[in-house]
């Protein structure tokens, strides 16, 4: 290879292979960097909507017990009398009879100092009064309630004085606070006109009552064996110190999560220990959300496919750079090619024109100074004109290539008499050949028909003779053949020589390219590839046959 494609291809690849080499670092940088991002992002979301989840769960939950603050401690009963109603014996059923008015709340509950455990949805003493709907589930929760909070609760050490409240009533509202059922019985009674048949206690005149409440406070408790969060105040009175809460619905609160959680797995844990995503609700309990299985997959799925896409673009990139990179080099190639043939062609039109021009010279100088033998002057003429027909070969040739080169090479065939032709193109060569010491084999018809262009015929069989007598010197046997046959739908007309053969087959109707090696007789490497070209401008074609030598085939079609 010379040396400037070497040196365009060296360049062109440290150029290529830098280019793509630091955009591929830099660009697998920024893949790395959006991947991390990708995969950081279902995280990211789930701390951002822990955070959220969890102060908008502890506003409910706070306002939920600042609601229950505000209760009065015989709301946590069956039945209660409201110290704003009429004078005498009064009690109603108590707002929270027919169960909870909040969702989240599973149930309420009352614990005396004995343990005795209450519940204002359930009147073991009054049946009829408890809540209907739900009576069994009620009960349950009652029972539970004794099984599994009552001994927590009993005797819970009373809380900070300062965070208690007071609460005064009269002696007569206390009293039938304390015995709602008695109160009850006495109130139907009077209804009916009968004597009571319970005794209520008698209040002492302008006597009052002090009640001191101390304020809710979230608690963990294990209900139905589950850490359960659960609202607990203590209510001292006279008689002893009561403890009062409410039982948040576990369910209820997984379901509440669930629905604002949206695609995110939203949880809550009582357990200590450091968790992802995760916010405080309430003394104890910790809210954590993780992103959804599939999120995480998704993610996963896209930080790949960015790599991917980089990847793809990348190889795209480089395959269209290599390929333009190549381009270029066959370019430079071509262009190193060209400038070879262009050199080459100077030298063999040099050598190809000054051959018969030197001729035409020396006998051109004979004639005119009367020199030489003059019983030989119409010789010195004929060979005069025979080396003026080879210059304007060579001159048709570079003509007719030119004509190629350009796309207007035309030919106008014609059915005509093919062996006639022939016949006339083998008498015009043979001087020239019998000088040259060559000798034409005729095996021709003269009654052959053919559809030919009798000009393109003629620069053909005249290439083709020339080459056969030039490249077949060095023969013993210098005979060439030139025949013409019919075959089944056309006639072949071929050209034989006793010479090497030619060396490169399938490159020998190419321009500038020659059958022979550099060293063989003087060319320019054009004749074949016009006569192939206007073999096939007349619908016929132009082939090569190994034989003893060389033989040249024109196939045309019959006229």
């Known amino acids: 290879m010379a040396t400037r494609p070497l040196i365009a291809a060296g360049l062109l690849v440290v150029l290529l292979a830098g280019l793509l080499g630091a955009w591929f670092v830099s660009g697998w940088h920024d893949v790395r960097m959006r991947q991390v991002e990708v995969r950081v992002a279902p995280k990211i979301a789930a701390s951002t909507r822990a955070a959220e989840l969890g102060r908008e769960l502890q506003a409910e939950l706070d306002s939920l017990l600042s609601r229950e603050v505000r209760r009065p401690y015989f709301h946590y009963q069956n039945l209660m009398h409201d110290p704003k109603s009429s004078a005498g014996l009064n009690v109603t059923p108590s707002p929270l009879a027919r169960g909870p008015e909040e969702k989240l709340v599973l149930g309420y509950f009352q614990i005396d100092a004995k343990g005795r455990t209450t519940t204002p949805t359930v009147n073991d003493e009054v049946p009829e009064l408890s809540e209907p709907e739900h009576l069994a589930a009620n009960r349950a929760f009652r029972d539970q309630v004794v099984r599994e ?3 927590e609760l009993v005797g819970t050490p009373p809380v900070v004085a300062q965070a208690q ?4 009533l009269d002696a007569d509202s206390y009293i039938q606070n304390s015995t709602p059922v008695a109160v009850y019985w006495n109130q139907l ?9 319970v005794a209520v206690p ?3 005149a302008n006597a009052q ?18 850490p359960t969060l659960v609202a607990v105040r203590q209510v001292q009175t006279p008689d002893g110190t009561l403890a009062q809460g409410f039982v948040i619905d576990r369910a209820t609160l997984t379901g509440w999560l669930a629905g604002k959680a949206g695609d995110m797995v939203a949880e809550l844990h009582t357990e200590s220990g450091a968790f992802e995503h995760a916010s405080t609700i309430a003394p104890g309990w910790q809210l954590t959300v993780t992103p959804n299985p599939r999120t995480i997959s998704r993610a996963a799925r896209e930080a790949m496919s960015v790599a991917r896409t980089f990847i793809v673009r990348f190889v795209v990139v480089g395959v269209v750079a290599a390929v333009v990179a190549a381009l270029v080099v066959m370019l430079v190639l071509r262009a190193e090619q060209l400038a070879r043939e262009r050199s080459q062609f100077a030298a063999a039109a040099a050598h190809e ?3 018969p021009l030197a001729g035409l010279q020396l006998y051109g100088d004979m004639l005119a100074d009367g020199l030489g033998d003059p019983g030989k002057l119409r010789d010195y003429a004929r060979r005069m004109s025979e080396e003026a027909a080879r210059l304007g070969r060579v001159v ?4 007719g290539f030119s004509q190629l080169e350009r796309g207007n090479l035309s030919v106008d065939a014609q059915p005509g008499a093919l062996g006639e032709a022939l016949c006339e193109l083998a008498e015009r060569a043979q001087p020239a050949l019998d000088r040259a010491g060559a000798v034409l084999d005729l095996d021709v018809a003269r009654e052959l028909r053919a559809r030919f262009d009798r000009d393109a015929l003629a620069r053909i069989v005249g290439n083709l003779l020339d080459n056969a007598e030039k490249y077949s010197r060095g023969a ?18 071929s050209i034989i020589d006793h010479g090497p053969g030619i060396a490169d087959p399938d490159r020998l109707f190419k321009p500038f390219v020659r059958g022979v090696p550099a060293d063989g007789p003087a060319g320019l490497g054009l004749g074949l590839a016009l006569s192939h070209s206007l073999a096939h401008a007349m619908g016929g074609q132009l082939a090569y046959r190994a034989v003893d030598g060389a033989e040249l085939v024109l196939t045309l079609p019959r006229g």
Request: proline letters at 5%.
């Open 202 to 204: 008698k209040a002492p």
């Open 149 to 151: 909070l009552a001994r």
């Open 209 to 226: 009552v002090t009640i001191t409440v101390s304020p809710l406070e979230w608690r963990t408790l294990r209900f139905h064996g589950l």
């Open 476 to 493: 013993e046997d210098r005979t060439i053949r030139l025949a013409a046959r019919e075959t089944a739908d056309a006639v072949e007309v």
């Open 189 to 197: 009674d009077s209804n009916n006109n009968v004597a009571p048949r």
């Open 353 to 355: 024109l000054r051959t």
């Open 165 to 168: 409240q007071q609460q005064v």
């Open 396 to 399: 048709s040739n570079v003509l």
